[in-house]
């Protein structure tokens, strides 16, 4: 199963701490997303990529959050000088993209493990 | 801006019972996500709904859409305690596939 691989599975930091997350998508996939989920809420939509470009960002991603997916492959995200509102589930998820004309009806995104974030 | 609402955010419902999740969205969307998320995993895609009264069946779950009200429903027949687990609708827009996510419906199924 080559599905979205996500590492490390839990994080646990110290406030003012900087932390990186590794995603690995599917590997034929075109668009890689990240998204941040808390405890009771839906996931909500930070940045997403298309190969090496970084096409949108959330405004929910402040100066202290970058993204970046060097080689169109796997992708990073780092927090730094982290806060205890950054604690959440950060999510990665990989598709071929509507408009790659290779999506099966609908821009299907697969969706990793996660990894859990607790800022001390 | 586009919101998802969802209710109800949270259902218990007996063995062998019917119930209808409501996800109403708020502006025009091209497509209509269902997803399935088990406590401490990832999110598993179950539908998606791409034109006014589109209609999708798996086993016990039927997904629908009505464009025209902003409305879909996920119906549940016969529930089994696999049922179990808090499900998400999610509209995108061409112009940007980033998904909008509703709260969510826990759905706990009892004997």
């Known amino acids: 199963d080559t599905g979205v691989s996500q590492d490390p599975r839990h994080k646990i930091t110290k406030r003012g701490q900087n932390v990186t997350f590794r995603c690995d998508p599917i590997s034929e996939h075109n668009r890689l997303y990240w998204y941040r989920q808390t405890l009771g809420q839906g996931p909500e939509f930070l940045t997403y990529f298309q190969n090496e470009a970084q096409l949108e960002k959330s405004r929910l991603l402040s100066d202290r959050f970058s993204a970046e997916r060097p080689k169109g492959s796997f992708s990073t995200l780092e927090i730094q000088r982290t806060e205890q509102g950054d604690s959440a589930m950060y999510l990665c998820?990989?598709?071929?993209?509507?408009?790659?004309?290779?999506?099966?009806?609908?821009?299907?995104?697969?969706f990793g493990a996660g990894t859990r974030l607790s800022v001390l | 801006e586009l919101k998802v609402e969802q209710n109800p955010l949270f259902l218990s419902m007996q063995e062998g019972k019917n119930y209808t999740i409501y996800c109403n969205y708020s502006t025009t969307s091209d497509r209509l996500y269902w997803y399935r998320q088990d406590p401490g995993k990832s999110l598993e895609s179950l539908f998606v709904l791409l034109s006014n009264g589109a209609v999708k069946q798996e086993g016990r779950l039927m997904a629908s859409l009505d464009t025209k009200a902003r409305l879909s429903t996920l119906h549940i027949t016969a529930a089994v305690h696999d049922l179990s687990a808090t499900y998400f609708c999610?509209?995108?827009?061409?112009?940007?596939?980033?998904?909008?996510f509703g709260t969510g419906t826990r759905l706990q199924v009892f004997p």
């Open positions: 998820a990989s598709s071929w993209g509507f408009n790659s004309g290779r999506a099966q009806g609908g821009n299907i995104q697969y």
């Open positions: 999610a509209v995108d827009r061409t112009v940007t596939d980033k998904l909008i």
